[in-house]
């Protein structure tokens, strides 16, 4: 998110790049060819392998001339790929070892990869992934969509998954089946310990930290601070899932007490308490 609001591009994602915490925390990583380039400004690729390849857009893989790079070119289209790849468990145009010959694939006969015929991934997952790679960049879905789906769909498999053990399902040997085949380490990973993003407007923390500075020319304060103020709470309160807090995390919980401190919003009946302890 913070990367969208600021104009940097990792312009590299793929799943060499993507590290795994302790905490099954997904890290970026490997930023050699990150660059920030306000307003969308042209962005020259330099000679890409064939790792890279795989996971790149149609529109630079044709070399196109001054062309924009926006979080929807590549970025989005990368991130499609490694759906993808999550879903399929398979390296994207696997068997192919030419870079010529995946230019020639994604961009002249616009192929993507399929969804195997026995996926048992959400539709509206596999929906996404198919919408992330389109050959148009503007028809490709924003950040924001990609983290409401996918969080809808974490959600939904653990509703799945806790009621598994209910009547409806033990007689069911096909969900049972499918229930075994999934892995057992998603079952740890709770739904509800991810920030409500709706409850905010996917409101980034970014975005959220200009609120109290919007000012009209009367001098009076315009920006949406109690939204903001929603998007701090919920990442502030992150930290008290036992988890390590991030850098997110604190500086949400800072932002929260200043909120509080200076009258912002509705003074909670414990105040001094609240700031003493974010503080």
């Known amino acids: 998110m913070e990367m969208k609001v600021t104009k940097i591009f990792h312009r590299d994602i793929r799943a060499e ?9 997904a890290k970026l990583a490997n930023f050699k060819l990150i660059r920030s380039q306000p307003g969308g400004q042209a962005i ?3 000679n890409l392998n064939l790792d890279q390849t795989r996971y790149c857009a149609p529109e630079l893989l ?3 001339l001054n062309y924009k790079y926006e979080q929807r070119c590549g970025e989005v289209y990368s991130f499609g790929i490694l759906l993808w790849e999550i879903a399929e468990e398979r390296i994207p145009h696997q068997g192919i070892n030419g870079i010529r010959d995946i230019i020639d694939k994604v961009c002249n006969k616009k192929y993507r990869e399929p969804f195997s015929e026995n996926s048992q991934m959400p539709e509206k997952f596999k929906q996404l992934e198919i919408e992330a790679v ?24 653990s509703q799945v998954t806790s009621s598994s053990s209910g009547p409806n399902l033990r007689g069911n040997s096909r969900n049972n089946s499918m229930q075994k085949s999934r892995p057992n380490r998603a079952e740890n990973i709770d739904a509800y310990a991810l920030p409500d993003l709706e409850s905010f407007k996917y409101m980034t923390l970014a975005d959220a930290e200009k609120q109290h500075k ?9 920006g949406d601070v109690i939204t903001a103020y929603k998007c701090f709470e919920a990442y502030a309160n992150l930290g008290n899932t036992g988890g390590t807090a991030n850098r997110n995390q604190i500086k949400a919980k800072y932002y929260k007490a200043y909120y509080i401190s200076k009258e912002l919003i509705e003074d909670p009946t414990n105040k001094d308490e609240i700031v003493a302890e974010l503080f």
């Open 17 to 25: 790049n993507i590290l795994i915490t302790l905490n099954e925390t």
């Open 44 to 46: 020259c690729f330099p």
């Open 62 to 64: 044709e070399g196109v």
């Open 134 to 157: 389109h050959h148009d960049p503007d028809f490709r879905p924003k950040i924001t969509k990609i983290f409401e789906v996918l969080n809808n769909c974490l959600k939904e498999y």
């Open 214 to 222: 919007l000012y009209n020319n009367h001098d009076k304060l315009v």
